[in-house]
């Protein structure tokens, strides 16, 4: 089974931006789905973005359209997130997970969560 770390959390202030990674390792497949969910305190874990093993497929969540962009290196076992003009709102912890497709991604269906990282925008 996959596993999955990601880094680059961090605080900025709203309208910043910030970059998230996520390497895979331990019997990587090269036809997993990966995405990023996130957790706010008091409320559910909420899909943020998915992309195909190819990226020619994506998704977003409505919030985050425009201002996100979910990418992937699969010669370096990676994907990223790319966030800008960052709101409070977005500030939770963000999750990486693995799942056979984008779709099953999008409905929590998922074979492997990384740890976590948080992010902070403030005002």
């Known amino acids: 089974q996959v596993q999955l770390v990601e880094s680059g959390g961090g605080l900025v202030q709203a309208g910043g931006s910030l970059r998230l990674s996520c390497a895979a390792s331990?019997?990587?497949?090269?036809?997993?789905?990966m995405g990023w969910f996130r957790q706010a305190p008091g409320k559910e874990r909420e899909f943020v973005a998915a992309?195909?093993?190819?990226?020619?497929?994506?998704y977003y969540a409505d919030s985050v359209k425009g201002r996100f962009t979910i990418s992937r290196d699969n010669a370096k076992n990676t994907v990223y997130l790319q966030m800008t003009s960052l709101r409070p709102e977005d500030t939770a912890v963000y999750f990486c997970?693995?799942?056979?497709?984008?779709?099953?991604?999008?409905?929590?269906?998922?074979?492997?969560w990384g740890q976590g990282t948080q992010v902070t925008a403030s005002s």
């Open positions: 997970a693995a799942g056979p497709s984008t779709l099953r991604l999008r409905n929590k269906q998922i074979d492997s």
């Open positions: 992309i195909s093993w190819s990226g020619s497929v994506t």
């Open positions: 331990g019997r990587t497949r090269n036809s997993y789905a």
